[in-house]
């Protein structure tokens, strides 16, 4: 039975007006489950509504569940409701707070992104202990890229949480993915195993620890910790494909191709996937880096293609669109990717530049889109005359260092086959200060001075690829 309309208070003392105690006992227990990923979120917030169905936080949550998981048709389905929602509530009968939460949910649903993130994060100046603000703002900060931000809107509003607070830890986790993505390494680490030790099934917390060992190449490291903790991010959890993504790139990297195929069959990609965006773009981001290690993939190709073909995804994040090429060359299917980057092309050409995604999508999707084509068709200087401008924007179009690596390896794999050897030697060295413990990093600097006859240093890059590969392979068998 819906409450009478009362103004109740989330645990933090912010009022939410149309709210009763029920219903912010269930918006208290909805954030609890988003702050880890699980999938009861939707259960708490439709009971939520249920029991008051004019909370406006009920619906700016269930608004930000319709967008977080970059699904268009959820997020249609979303804006109508919020729209519907709007009509039957004045301005008047929310709090500043609240009218900042709708401003920052109708942005979004609109498509505007960036808005919504600069409206989230003035909410959290004022507010900074509005938890929903902060996980929602930070998901937006890595839809859009923004490393800076992922770091800083977390890190302002630190200082406002006691630490005795047991949503302090996923707040931690969250802000050592912002550390992680704007390059403080250790300090990520440090601040993401204590955010764990708090809470160890804080699974962002896991996932940014796991993304320091991916980007330092310390891959045996990442191995042998996520071992240790797969009780509390494998299964149960929104994020569990993605962490198993990771799992993979360490063994790749040790060399243990059956072990990744294990995986991805088991748990990135099979017949009984979801087929949410998200998984597919993990599993064809994979299947990809298996390609352009040299790596036979078997039939695996074909079934991601169908996924993605049946998902008939319009122009909505083109991050995604990426993936999805991926999926079609990596098929053998060049005329659907050719299809979509053409579909994407009429998009930019008519669409406003309100959308953050026409931006996404004409800078950068659309150029690596058709590199991707490019590669695929084995045309490699094409690949690398689109990918050199835009290698350094990539950060535009969303996701992490570690998801765009796919791209960068693109573009160092297609300057080593078009014989570009200044370039291919420069974008080594780049990788190779950057990650100096990296076997891909070696072997690919041992097929470059194959190439210039330099024999020597090629059996020196040789040797070290293969013992750090071995380090991983023991890490593997532990």
């Known amino acids: 039975m819906a409450q009478e309309p009362t103004m109740a208070g989330d645990r933090h003392g912010h009022p939410m007006s149309r709210t009763g105690t029920e219903a912010a006992a269930l918006y208290e227990q909805a954030l609890e489950h988003l702050l880890f990923f699980r999938a009861d979120v939707a259960d708490a917030s439709r009971q939520l509504l249920a029991t008051a169905p004019r909370s406006v936080m009920g619906h700016v949550l269930a608004a930000h569940l319709g967008l977080l998981g970059t699904e268009e048709k959820e997020a249609a389905d979303a804006r109508n409701a919020f729209e519907r929602f709007k009509e039957h509530v004045h301005r008047g009968e929310m709090t500043p707070r609240e009218r900042m939460h709708v401003a920052a949910a109708t942005s979004?649903?609109?498509?505007?992104?960036?808005?919504?993130?600069?409206?989230?994060?003035?909410?959290?100046?004022?507010?900074?202990?509005?938890?929903?603000?902060?996980?929602?703002?930070?998901?937006?900060?890595?839809?859009?890229?923004?490393?800076?931000?992922?770091?800083?809107?977390?890190?302002?509003?630190?200082?406002?949480?006691?630490?005795?607070?047991?949503?302090?830890?996923?707040v931690l986790g969250m802000y050592a993915f912002g550390l992680e993505e704007s390059c403080h390494y250790e300090q990520a680490r440090e601040i993401g195993l204590?955010?764990?030790?708090?809470?160890?099934?804080?699974?962002?917390?896991?996932?940014?620890?796991?993304?320091?060992?991916?980007?330092q190449g310390?891959?045996?490291?990442?191995?042998?910790?996520l071992d240790a903790r797969t009780a509390d991010w494998a299964t149960g959890n929104y994020l569990n494909v993605h962490n198993w993504w990771h799992y993979c790139l360490y063994a790749l990297?040790?060399?243990?191709?059956?072990?990744?195929?294990?995986?991805?069959?088991?748990?990135?990609?099979?017949?009984?996937?979801?087929?949410?965006?998200?998984e597919l773009l993990d599993a064809a981001a994979l299947l990809w880096r298996l390609r352009l290690a040299g790596q036979d993939a078997g039939g695996r190709w074909g079934p991601l293609a169908d996924a993605w073909a049946a998902?008939?995804?319009?122009?909505?994040?083109?991050?995604?669109?990426?993936?999805?090429?991926?999926?079609?060359?990596?098929?053998?299917?060049t005329a659907d990717a050719e299809r979509l980057v053409r579909a994407r092309e009429r998009y930019v050409a008519c669409s406003g530049s309100g959308v953050s995604n026409h931006a996404m999508t004409a800078d950068i999707g659309l150029p690596v889109c058709r590199a991707l084509i490019a590669y695929g068709e084995h045309h490699y200087d094409r690949a690398v005359e689109l990918l050199l401008p835009v290698r350094h924007r990539l950060g535009e179009y969303g996701g992490s260092h570690a998801q765009r690596d796919a791209v960068h390896k693109t573009l160092l794999e297609a300057?080593?086959?078009?014989?570009?050897?200044?370039?291919?030697?420069?974008?080594?060295?780049?990788?190779?200060?950057?990650?100096?413990?990296?076997?891909?990093?070696?072997?690919?600097?041992?097929?470059?001075?194959?190439?210039?006859?330099?024999?020597?240093?090629a059996a020196v890059a040789r040797a070290r690829a293969g013992e750090q590969a071995a380090d991983g392979a023991a890490a593997l068998k532990r």
Not at 141 to 164: P, Q
Not at 207 to 215: D, I, L, N, R, S
Not at 218 to 225: C, E, H, L, Q
């Open 108 to 170: 979004w649903l609109r498509g505007d992104l960036h808005q919504a993130g600069r409206v989230l994060g003035e909410l959290s100046v004022e507010y900074p202990r509005d938890v929903l603000a902060l996980a929602v703002g930070h998901q937006i900060d890595f839809f859009t890229g923004n490393a800076a931000r992922l770091r800083d809107r977390i890190g302002g509003a630190l200082s406002a949480w006691d630490a005795s607070d047991p949503q302090y830890g996923p």
């Open 415 to 457: 300057a080593l086959r078009a014989g570009r050897h200044e370039l291919s030697r420069t974008l080594l060295s780049e990788r190779i200060n950057l990650r100096p413990v990296c076997p891909y990093n070696w072997l690919a600097q041992a097929r470059l001075a194959d190439e210039l006859g330099e024999g020597a240093r």
């Open 218 to 225: 310390r891959f045996a490291d990442g191995i042998r910790y």
């Open 311 to 333: 998902r008939h995804d319009g122009p909505y994040y083109a991050f995604n669109d990426a993936h999805a090429v991926m999926a079609y060359v990596g098929a053998g299917r």
């Open 253 to 278: 990297e040790a060399g243990d191709i059956p072990r990744v195929l294990e995986i991805y069959d088991a748990a990135l990609h099979h017949a009984e996937s979801t087929g949410a965006a998200m």
């Open 194 to 215: 204590a955010a764990v030790e708090r809470r160890p099934h804080d699974v962002w917390g896991i996932h940014a620890v796991v993304h320091t060992y991916e980007m």
